[in-house]
């Protein structure tokens, strides 16, 4: 994707721009079979189908639960399925197969491995269905339509930020500060987009000296976390310990989530270290009551509700054959097409700033003030 060539820059620009007023464009403007029905509107009572990959975290499981409430509200049919957990990539695409055969007017889309639902979405595509990305990227296909998500190439920067600061806080020396990297799921397409994000902050701190990876794994593939799963990372964090800090002390890790997050700290104790800077992403119910505890450093605000809303007002302006909007047509290149997106703000959320960044979501902002 030419999202991760970007630089901070073309960023601030794309925001300035998103502030500014977003625009819009007619479904019919794809250039697909579904635009030009889309165009038309469909029935106010459509089935629209919601495909989910399996509950790795917290966001996911809310979001079903959102989209399943929303569509319903809203007069549609929810048809919301997640793949199961093991045989997932193949379960995913058989339940949008089946959504495509079951007449949904629009397939929105949590990939599992955004790589591997060409063959699926084109056929939505021949069958008139509007296809929306949702979260991840799906990628080498021209029959994405949209794309609905946080700028996750801001959340990484802010990831890398929050990393700098917490070292800077809380290390309790001068730098250099001992740190490692953890990234996402290979199959994840926002894996390496948050990687270079927090990469673009933090390559310049590793080149000048200021931050040092002491086990030398700095490429995506070292630090990768197969299928976003805890124990992966957990594992690699008691062999990081064992192999590179038997006499030095680890000062920071860049995690990408807080599921992974959570298993780092767990790995660190358990060998009986200090806890490091760790950074997060997601707002779990755990991290944040672990950073409000002064453990986990940081995570991300990527509110579910707002991103579920802003797909389901997209259904709904596609349903009227209105115009849908985006505000950026220029970032994400799927390798066939740029996909026109509407992208959301994230959020950073440390101990200091939780209240106010959780101001308008009430579950969290409870617990925040728990602890104050
Ligand atoms: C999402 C993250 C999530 C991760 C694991 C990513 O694609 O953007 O919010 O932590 O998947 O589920």
């Known amino acids: 994707m030419k999202k991760i060539l970007l630089t901070a820059t073309a960023l601030v620009a794309v925001g300035a721009f998103a502030l500014t007023g977003c625009s819009s464009e007619r479904g019919g403007d794809t250039g ?21 990959p399996d509950k790795t975290s917290e966001n996911w499981v809310l979001a079903g639960q959102l989209f399943t409430d929303g569509l319903k509200k809203a007069g549609f049919k929810a048809d919301v399925q997640y793949a199961p957990a093991s045989n997932t990539v193949a379960e995913q695409q058989n339940q949008i197969q089946a959504m495509v055969t079951g007449g949904a007017k629009v397939i929105i889309i949590g990939a599992k491995d955004g790589k591997q639902l060409s063959t699926q979405v084109e056929a939505a595509r021949d069958a008139g269905v509007t296809v929306i990305a949702y979260d991840r990227l799906i990628e080498n296909t021209e029959a994405v339509d949209y794309y609905v998500a946080f700028d996750n190439f801001k959340v990484g920067q802010l990831q890398g930020q929050a990393l700098l600061d917490g070292l800077a806080e809380r290390a309790g020396h001068e730098a250099p500060y001992n740190i490692e990297l953890f990234s ?13 994000g927090a990469m673009d902050v933090l390559q310049p701190k590793i080149d000048d000296g200021t931050l040092k990876v002491v086990s030398g794994q700095t490429e995506i593939a070292q630090t990768a976390t197969e299928g976003w799963k805890p124990e992966n990372a957990q594992r690699r964090m008691d062999s990081l310990l064992t192999s590179s800090y038997g006499s030095e002390t680890l000062d920071g890790v860049l995690s990408p989530n807080d599921t992974l997050a959570r298993a780092i700290i767990t790995s660190v104790q358990g060998a009986g270290k200090p806890v490091p800077v760790v950074t997060g992403q997601d707002s779990e119910v755990e991290s944040v009551k672990s950073i409000m505890e002064g453990v986990q450093y940081s995570t991300i605000n990527k509110d579910t509700t707002l991103l579920v809303e802003q797909s389901i007002k997209m259904v709904g302006q596609l349903q009227k054959g209105e115009e849908v909007d985006v505000n950026d047509t220029e970032q994400y290149d799927n390798g066939k097409k740029v996909v026109p997106a509407y992208l959301l703000d994230p959020i950073i959320v440390t101990k200091e700033n939780a209240a106010e960044a959780y101001a308008n979501v009430p579950s969290l902002l409870e617990i925040v003030k728990s602890y104050q």
């Open 184 to 196: 996402g799921s290979p199959d994840d397409a926002n894996a390496p987009v948050f990687f270079n």
């Open 32 to 52: 697909s079979g579904a635009g030009e029905e889309s165009a038309k509107g469909f029935a106010a009572d459509a089935t629209i189908g919601v495909a989910l």
